[in-house]
């Protein structure tokens, strides 16, 4: 089993939550970031962590890099697609780049790690991939249609990935969280967070921990048989 862990956007919230899950259970980490220098710093001094600066909307920057960390550390056995963002704004209002931005960070993205790692994981005969969806995915957001739709095509580009590699020892899975406590929610107005809260039958935020949790179980060898699989971690704000 290769122990090599790739958590794109892992050094902050629930990314670096993440990172540190799955390093203090001795699973070689790099975490990537693309703009926040300091928070990168930091992270890595205080837990030890490599860390690597990439733009994962960028095929070139990911090819590039895969190819580093394989030099480096080995061929990646973990992939962890995390990085996401949002660039909220009513379909009238929304301009171009803000629809451009979101789908190429959190939709691009997948393509653009998963063709890069792919080959490596169907010769070792182990892959495990980790997609970090959203509960707005599953039923749509106010000011959300670029991130809704970033977020719900992860299902099936997770699905159809399920597919085509089963049979060689790897698994695509989806961990779709609700509303967790991270510098992306603190950026949502109090009111409506407030509001937002009120609908959450657990009346809380979610801890980063508590998805750094289901993602480090889906990368052990015996969850070898969960595949093209959903985990729903939203305090029950919506339930299937
Ligand atoms: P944060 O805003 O706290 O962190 C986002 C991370 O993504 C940062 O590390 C950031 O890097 C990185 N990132 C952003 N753009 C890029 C890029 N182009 N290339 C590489 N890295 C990038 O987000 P959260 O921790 O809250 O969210 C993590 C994931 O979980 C996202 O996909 C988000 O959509 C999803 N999610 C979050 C929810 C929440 O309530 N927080 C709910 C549902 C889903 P840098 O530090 O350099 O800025």
Redesign the pocket.
């Known amino acids: 089993m290769n122990k090599i862990a790739l958590v ?10 993440i990172s540190k899950k799955l390093s203090s259970n001795g699973i070689k980490v790099i ?7 300091n ?2 710093d930091k992270f890595s001094t205080v837990n030890n962590i490599d860390v690597v ?6 095929f070139d ?1 990911c090819k590039e890099n895969v190819e580093i960390i394989k030099k480096k550390y080995g061929s990646i056995g973990i992939l962890i ?6 660039r909220d704004a009513a379909i009238h209002k929304m301009n171009v780049s803000q629809w451009q931005e979101v789908i ?3 939709l691009n ?1 997948a393509f653009n790690l998963v063709s890069n790692v792919i080959e490596s994981m169907r010769e070792n005969g182990f892959g495990r991939i980790i997609h ?6 599953q039923k749509g957001q106010f000011g959300q249609t670029n ?1 809704a739709a ?2 719900a095509a992860i299902f099936g580009f997770s699905k159809s990935l399920a597919l085509e590699v089963a049979s060689k020892g790897i698994t695509s899975n989806v961990v ?12 949502i107005r109090e009111d409506i967070l407030k509001s937002i809260i009120d609908t959450i039958p657990g009346k809380r ?2 801890n ?1 921990d508590e ?1 750094a949790d289901i993602v480090y179980f889906l990368t052990l060898k015996n969850s070898g048989y969960i595949n093209g699989a959903t985990f729903s971690i ?1 305090g029950g704000l919506r339930m299937d």
């Open positions: 794109t956007g892992g050094t902050r919230g629930i990314g670096a939550s975490a990537n970031f693309t703009s926040d220098e928070s990168a600066k990439f733009d994962v909307s960028s920057e697609n995390n990085a996401g963002i949002t190429n960070v959190n993205s970090i969806s959203s509960v707005n995915g991130y970033s977020k779709a969280p609700g509303y967790i406590n991270t510098e992306m929610v603190a950026a935020l979610g980063p998805i939203n």
